[in-house]
């Protein structure tokens, strides 16, 4: 099992808790969720989000989608999702679309959709496609403790 490298000293540097969960190889999140036989409301998907300003990484439950217009309100700014080439570069140490849900490991900001906030267990992606960590809610919440809170995900 990979992890990437900049997560990997991000969980450890805080002394959080978690561990690895293998699962056949699956490029999609709900494929994941299925492989991993896991809830999907309960595997985080990133979606990085192109602004004016910077790159955002948004995290939903794999289940759901990001409404782009929701989360412009939100953070009262224009957004897109941000091409290949930009999410290649942000996540340099991981397989293409099999990005970590952990914003401050890679220096961009993160928004949260409260549906995976307070959750009992969570699983994200390692950064490969057969590989994800798992912790405890709680452990999760403290991690993504700088991420900005918001409703901006639909179905």
Known sequence: MAISSRLKHHLDARRLP??????????????????????????????LIHSERTPILAVVPSCHMVDLHRLQVMLESRLGLAGE???????????????????????????????MYGLDEIWFEAGDHRS????????????????????????
Not at 85 to 101: Q, R, T
């Open 18 to 47: 978690y561990d690895m969960l293998a699962h056949a190889y699956s490029a999609t999140s709900s494929g994941t969720a299925a492989s991993a036989h896991i809830p999907g409301d309960h595997l985080a998907k990133s979606i």
């Open 85 to 115: 080439h930009e999410l290649a570069e942000v996540f340099d140490d991981c397989d293409f679309g099999a990005a970590p849900p952990v914003g401050d490991a890679y220096g961009i900001p993160t928004v949260l959709d409260r549906e």
């Open 132 to 155: 994800l960590v798992h912790m405890k809610g709680h452990h999760f919440d403290r991690l993504m403790g700088s991420a900005k809170l918001g409703s901006f995900c639909c179905n």
